[in-house]
């Protein structure tokens, strides 16, 4: 088997493992995936591969989900209706906003919506920290942030290209739902460098590209083995 020395660089196109060093030592991450780790790698793939599609029941009924879990008491009046503008569509008919990333975008957004209420309703609502005299929408943002890690994890590329990527797949080793834990910090760190900067909505890729930055800096750390011992999970209540 060979074994290539990164230092968060490019991996050669036939690496098969990854050493690295954490904790002083030097340690190999297999790119020859356990039985365990290529199942949910495939289910991932699968979930990312997935568009959404306003024609089946169960998307109908996910996006039906997210608005009770987002808007508890409040009758939804329909799959198009002005009322999605509340939660930052950008128009009546949220099935248009996903095709960047697809069915897995409202997922993460219903995940985030479940486990994380408190966190999900203080970003919705802009309850954290001092008011931004620019504000991004909500939904919106969380499409774009499932797209953005979706690119950064790299997981549909033939070949292993990123130690990243590696990591991750560790971590999936450990939790078969640390894509959608990595979407709920990801989301916190981006709100937080946005009221930061004092954002515009002119800046919000800068800002996309900023969080990406800060992932990977904490995804890399020696200490950091699963997505809840990374610094900013800390932001999630």
């Known amino acids: 088997m060979k074994c290539f020395l990164v230092d968060r660089v490019l991996l050669p196109a036939d690496a098969t493992c ?6 002083g030592n030097y340690q190999r991450i297999c790119m020859n ?5 290529a199942k949910r790698t495939r289910r991932l793939k699968r979930r990312m591969k997935v568009y959404f599609d306003a024609a089946r029941a169960d998307h109908q009924e996910a996006l ?28 009546r008919d949220p099935s248009t906003d996903f095709r960047g990333a697809g069915f897995i975008s409202l997922e993460n957004l219903l995940f985030f919506a479940k486990t994380f209420s408190a966190s999900f309703q203080c970003l919705l609502k802009k309850q954290g920290g001092k008011p931004a005299a620019w504000e991004y929408p909500f939904a919106v943002a969380g499409v774009n942030i499932t797209f953005m890690i979706m690119q950064m ?4 590329a033939t ?26 910090v990801a989301f916190m760190v981006m709100d937080k460098q946005w009221l930061e900067r004092n ?9 996309l590209k900023s969080t990406r930055a800060q992932l990977e800096r904490e995804l890399l750390m020696d200490d950091v083995f699963r997505i809840e011992d990374m610094p900013s999970y800390s932001l999630l209540c």
């Open 18 to 23: 990854v050493c690295f060093k954490r904790k």
């Open 33 to 37: 995936l356990t039985p365990l780790q």
């Open 64 to 91: 039906r989900a997210l608005w009770y879990a987002t808007y508890p008491g409040q009758e939804l009046q329909g799959l198009i209706s002005d009322q999605w503008k509340e939660m930052g569509w950008q128009g």
């Open 153 to 156: 994890l790299d997981l549909e």
């Open 159 to 184: 070949k292993p290209r990123t130690l990243i990527r590696a990591v991750f797949l560790q971590m999936l080793l450990e939790n078969e739902w640390s894509f959608d834990l990595l979407y709920c």
């Open 199 to 207: 954002a515009t909505y002119m800046e919000f890729n800068d800002v």
